[in-house]
C-alpha cells in the first residue's frame, strides 16, 4: 500500500510537468517578485541611525493618520499580528501634505511613550473626527487637548509640533516614501526589503497570504 502511494505522487509530479500543473509540494509559490511584490535592496540601511526601530522590524507599514483605509486596516494587523507574536512591526508615517508633516511629528512625539500603540490606533479615531474646516491651528488645539487628557503636557506637544526638533525624522519618511515608491496609503513593507504591491491585491485580504508568503520563502 506504501508502494503504491508512492507510485501515485511520482505518477503525479510527472503529469504537473507535462501539463504545467502548478505545485507537487506545499512551498510553490502562489505570488510573484515583480508582480505581487517588489523588492528594495538596502533602501533602509542608511536611515537606521534615525530610525534604529526599523532594524528589527519584520512588517513596516506605511500610513497616515487621515487615511480611513489605514484606520480600517489597522485591528487587521492587530489581528495578523496576534497570530504572529513572533514578527516585529513598525510603522513610518507618510508626508505628503503640510497637515501630513504634523500628522508625522505628533506620531514621532508618541513613540516615546510606553503606551505608545493604544495612542496610535486613538489617534486614527481623533484625526477622522477632524473637519475639512479645520485650519493646522485647530488641529493642534485638539491634538493638545486629547495629549493633555493622556497626561502629556502642551510644552511637550508644542515642542513637537512647533520646533525643529522632529524635522528630522520627518524628512527620513519623506525619503523612505519616495525610496519605496509609495503611491497610497496603507502600504506594507516586509523584512525592510519588499513593498506589497496594492494593485496586484485580488482582495484586501490577500495582503496577507502574500504577507505570509513571503516570510516562508525569503
Known sequence: MTRFSFGVVKLLCI?????????????AAQFQE?????????AVDDQLELKPELAKADVIEFFTYGCHHCQAFAPKLVSW???????????????????????????Y?????????????????????FLRTDSL???????????????IEPKVVLEALDTSLL?????????????????????????RQYR?????LSSKDELFDIVDEIFATK
Not at 512625539?109 to 473626527?129: C, K, M, P, T, W
Open 15 to 27: 503529469f504537473g510537468v507535462i501539463f504545467g500543473l502548478t505545485g507537487c509540494g506545499d512551498d
Open 34 to 42: 515583480g508582480t505581487h511584490y517588489i523588492n528594495y535592496p538596502n
Open 81 to 107: 499580528h496576534d497570530k504572529n507574536p513572533d514578527k516585529v512591526i513598525e510603522y513610518v508615517p507618510v508626508v505628503w501634505s503640510e497637515q501630513a508633516v504634523m500628522h508625522a511629528k505628533v506620531f
Open 109 to 129: 512625539l508618541i513613540q516615546r511613550y510606553s503606551n505608545f500603540e493604544a495612542l496610535h490606533h486613538e489617534l486614527f479615531d481623533l484625526v477622522a473626527g
Open 137 to 151: 491651528e485647530d488641529q493642534k488645539v485638539k491634538f493638545i487637548v486629547f495629549f493633555e487628557s493622556k497626561g
Open 167 to 191: 524635522d528630522a525624522k520627518t524628512a527620513s519618511s519623506v525619503l523612505l516614501s519616495k525610496r519605496f515608491e509609495i503611491s497610497g496609503t496603507p502600504t506594507v513593507v516586509i523584512n
Open 196 to 200: 506589497v504591491n496594492n494593485k496586484a
